[in-house]
T-cell receptor, first 113, second 118 residues
Framework: GENVEQHPSTLSVQEGDSAVIKCTYSDSASNYFPWYKQELGKGPQLIIDIRSNVGEKKDQRIAVTLNKTAKHFSLHITETQPEDSAVYFCAASKGNAGNMLTFGGGTRLMVKP | GAVVSQHPSWVICKSGTSVKIECRSLDFQATTMFWYRQFPKQSLMLMATSNEGSKATYEQGVEKDKFLINHASLTLSTLTVTSAHPEDSSFYIC??????????????FGNGTRLTVT
């Protein structure tokens, strides 16, 4: 089955700096890669996603890049703010966006004011 | 946007009792719902997939007789933890999709239920 690895497990940045979180996946058939933000005591919230036919996608301060050959994808957050502090999960699945996801281990991002 | 509501948000029960968790899609019909389990500071692990009107599909290692899933309507799935034990204490999260066969119909997650078994 699919295996998704995520690094780093914790990340501390100064407000205004950029944060980068990286994930690798094992199954070359995976073609949908969402990123979720989870705040304490809440469920994950989808923040951005990318498909394997696209190399990069951007939404305001958030961007995701995908390298199909190397089987890795990354989340980039620019101009970080304290409210970006949360746990971020990458995930992978095959086919449709609503298919079951395999999650990475999560990254606890702390943005220091 | 699509909203998935989970209830209760937290529950404390005694060992040996059963607990039911509800997952509702509020503004869309969810043909498929997924149930995840999350231990503290860990990732989400898929427990089972439920499709409306049919039996749930459980992941390897998940006891189907212990974690009963019912997806009786297009807007409601329930997870019942039977004869709960302290090791069942965890954060249970459901997710739903409007159309699993649709290329661009994403998963929406509920806010989770924290179960504590004493």
């Amino acid at each position: 089955g699919e295996n998704v690895e995520q690094h780093p497990s914790t990340l501390s940045v100064q407000e205004g700096d950029s944060a980068v979180i990286k994930c690798t996946y094992s199954d070359s058939a995976s073609n949908y890669f969402p990123w979720y933000k989870q705040e304490l005591g809440k469920g994950p919230q989808l923040i951005i996603d990318i498909r394997s036919n696209v190399g990069e996608k951007k939404d305001q301060r958030i961007a995701v890049t995908l390298n199909k050959t190397a089987k890795h994808f990354s989340l980039h957050i620019t101009e970080t703010q304290p409210e970006d502090s949360a746990v971020y999960f990458c995930a992978a699945s095959k086919g449709n966006a609503g298919n079951m996801l395999t999650f990475g281990g999560g990254t606890r991002l702390m943005v220091k004011p | 946007g699509a909203v998935v509501s989970q209830h209760p948000s937290w529950v404390i029960c005694k060992s040996g009792t059963s607990v039911k968790i509800e997952c509702r899609s509020l503004d869309f019909q969810a043909t498929t719902m997924f149930w995840y389990r999350q231990f503290p500071k860990q990732s989400l692990m898929l427990m089972a997939t439920s499709n409306e009107g049919s039996k749930a599909t459980y992941e390897q290692g998940v006891e189907k007789d212990k974690f009963l899933i019912n997806h009786a309507s297009l807007t409601l799935s329930t997870l019942t933890v039977t004869s709960a034990h302290p090791e069942d204490s965890s954060f249970y999260i459901c997710s739903a999709t409007e159309d699993r066969s649709s290329y661009n119909s994403p998963l929406h997650f509920g806010n989770g239920t924290r179960l504590t078994v004493t």
